[in-house]
């Protein structure tokens, strides 16, 4: 039975609303994170923090054998594209040897199930709508480091009998409807820089590449709600767990949106003239790559809740109103 969990990360952004949804599954969540970019007020009540690093092996052994881990959901990484260009060292340091540590301090416990949280970013650019099948070519640092974690973490729980579900999330947006978490954290994310800027009198946005060749010259990415996501960790555990197997996911809705639509999408909803501003393209970024859900939707019998782009306008600006 899945009974303790344990959450790298899991005072971020994604980590919370994943922990939201475990709690109100009654299920016990453990949380180790170095708030380098979580919050200690995204930490929701009824979970035990630890306040530590992934590279702390020893301390993370103590935590998983002292709690009677069963099963680890390991989000706690450094995901800015940007960033990961000028800091290779510092993506490869916590994501990759991060990942490492973690791994070796699981041996000889309890632990039977690891989701770990991948990315579109592992796909090579261009293609139209990605399969788990499709080419694998990262076209930044981040997205390298992850493909890396997905190849060690699946010889490592063969190796050691451990079933892994590796989430390849799309692009994560809005808020929790239970007003109590959301996205804190900056980082180079289109929804939270569009919901900060609409608070302004005077919003002006950046666009980074506008002559990309798409419908309207933007990036091209797939959203999906963090409810929607965080309910995918709790369903495809229960399953690994279950049928004690191993599987590899695309976690989005299958449906592109730009940085056009978003920015009409914002404007719409607040009714505010936002300025914008053009920027060349970003090192790293892709320039469009949406899901094919096919097999998640078959893995869980997936029916998401939030797959509306309003919907997802809406919660980032309740969020960001609330927080300020
Ligand atoms: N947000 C997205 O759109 C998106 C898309 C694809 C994949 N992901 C992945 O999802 C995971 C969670 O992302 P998020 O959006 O919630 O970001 P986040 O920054 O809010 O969460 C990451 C958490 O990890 C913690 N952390 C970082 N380094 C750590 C370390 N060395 N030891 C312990 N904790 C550490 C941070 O303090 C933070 O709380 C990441 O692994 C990310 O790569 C996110």
């Not at 990484?77 to 000028?86: C, Y």
């Not at 797959?307 to 960001?320: F, R, T």
Request: aromatic share 10%.
């Amino acid at each position: 039975m899945v009974k303790n969990i344990l959450i790298t990360g899991g005072a971020g952004y994604i980590g919370s609303h994943t922990a939201e949804i475990l709690i109100k599954n009654k299920k016990k969540v453990f949380i180790v994170d170095d708030l380098s970019t979580g919050y200690k007020k995204l930490i929701l009540k009824n979970t035990k923090f630890y306040k530590t690093s992934i590279l702390n092996k020893k301390k993370l052994k103590n935590i998983i054998v002292k709690n009677n881990i069963d099963s680890i959901i390991h989000l706690a990484a450094v995901l800015s594209v940007g960033e990961s260009e000028k800091k290779p060292k510092k993506y490869n340091k916590i994501n990759v040897e991060g990942t490492k540590k973690l791994l070796e301090s699981i041996k000889n416990t309890k632990v039977k199930n690891l989701i770990f949280s991948s990315t579109c970013a592992v796909y090579k650019d261009g293609f139209t709508k990605v399969t788990e099948k499709t080419k694998l070519g990262p076209t930044s640092v981040y997205g390298g480091t992850k493909l890396k974690c997905e190849k060690i973490i699946k010889t490592f729980c063969k190796k050691y009998k451990i079933n892994f579900g590796i989430l390849r999330y799309f692009n994560v947006a809005g808020a929790s409807v239970s007003g109590k978490i959301g996205q804190i954290n900056k980082g180079d994310q289109l929804f939270k820089n569009l919901s900060i800027e609409v608070k302004k009198k005077k919003p002006i946005f950046r666009i980074y590449g506008t002559k990309y060749k798409t419908k309207d010259g933007t990036c091209i990415r797939d959203y999906i709600h963090v409810s929607d996501i965080s309910d995918i960790h709790y369903k495809v555990l229960l399953k690994i767990n279950k049928y004690n197997t191993s599987t590899i996911l695309n976690c989005g809705y299958g449906k592109g949106i730009s940085v056009n639509d978003a920015i009409k999408s914002f404007r719409k909803y607040t009714n505010k003239n936002l300025k914008i501003v053009k920027f060349p393209n970003r090192k790293g970024d892709m320039v469009k790559v949406i899901s094919n859900n096919s097999k998640l939707k078959k893995f869980i019998k997936w029916k998401p809740k939030f797959n509306n782009l309003n919907k997802i306008v809406k919660s980032c600006i309740i969020w960001e109103r609330k927080i300020n």
